[in-house]
T-cell receptor, first 109, second 115 residues
Framework: RKEVEQDPGPFNVPEGATVAFNCTYS??????FFWYRQDCRKEPKLLMS???SGNEDGRFTAQLNRASQYISLLIRDSKLSDSATYLC??????????FGAGTRLFVKA | DAMVIQNPRYQVTQFGKPVTLSCSQT?????MYWYQQKSSQAPKLLFH???????NEADTPDNFQSRRPNTSFCFLDIRSPGLGDAAMYLC??????????????FGSGTQLSVL
């Protein structure tokens, strides 16, 4: 079993749609959680941290469920510029940051 | 005002010919990492430095070596590149490496092709 698993997609949605991604992780001792965004042939960039209480940044909402060991990302009112790969990232301590393979999102006009 | 700089952006080498990729940072971060990312796959951690302490991942091939001569610079040496080593190589930094907020700052990556 992979340490961090994501649905690879692709998710094809029209502009203005709401789309949600989930991610599961295997190490129950994991300490912190993030979503990164990666454009084609570019480096990953931090989108947001994920907390148990949930956190929101504009159109983006992230949630952590420690009991079920999953993380979610909700994007509301999708824009063309949201098209990218979204990487679920888990930090387990000891300098080990584990990336999921990513979920690809295409937003169409 | 790039904070983590990788050179070159694209590197082509021949099968078996040693190649070095470079990374520099202006963030004065303690920790520097090298990740390998193949197409449609997750970035895979190869090794990291905490200051001068080098830490190799258990499954990183011996063909990959690294040097960190000072806080700002880190190099990835591939001694005998094979076709399977063609990938994007990402350098990243973090300020502490031991805290709960383990945010990584990435360079733009070096896309390595092996002919």
């Amino acid at each position: 079993r992979k340490e961090v698993e994501q649905d690879p997609g692709p998710f094809n949605v029209p502009e203005g749609a709401t789309v949600a991604f989930n991610c599961t992780y295997s190490n129950s001792a994991s300490q912190s959680f993030f979503w990164y965004r990666q454009d084609c042939r570019k480096e990953p960039k931090l989108l947001m941290s994920v907390y148990s209480s949930g956190n929101e940044d504009g159109r983006f909402t992230a949630q952590l469920n420690r009991a079920s060991q999953y993380i979610s990302l909700l994007i509301r009112d999708s824009k063309l510029s949201d098209s990218a790969t979204y990487l679920c990232v888990v930090y387990g301590g000891g300098f080990k940051t584990i990336f999921g393979a990513g979920t690809r999102l295409f937003v169409k006009a | 005002d790039a904070m983590v700089i990788q050179n070159p952006r694209y590197q082509v080498t021949q099968f078996g010919k040693p190649v070095t990729l470079s990374c520099s940072q202006t963030l004065n971060h303690n920790v520097m990492y090298w990740y390998q990312q193949k197409s449609s796959q997750a970035p895979k951690l190869l090794f990291h430095y905490y200051d001068k302490d080098f830490n190799n991942e258990a499954d990183t091939p011996d063909n990959f070596q690294s040097r960190r001569p000072n806080t700002s610079f880190c190099f990835l040496d591939i001694r005998s590149p094979g076709l399977g080593d063609a990938a994007m190589y990402l350098c990243a930094t973090s300020s502490d490496g031991g805290g709960a907020e383990e945010k990584l700052f990435f360079g733009s990556g070096t896309q390595l092709s092996v002919l």
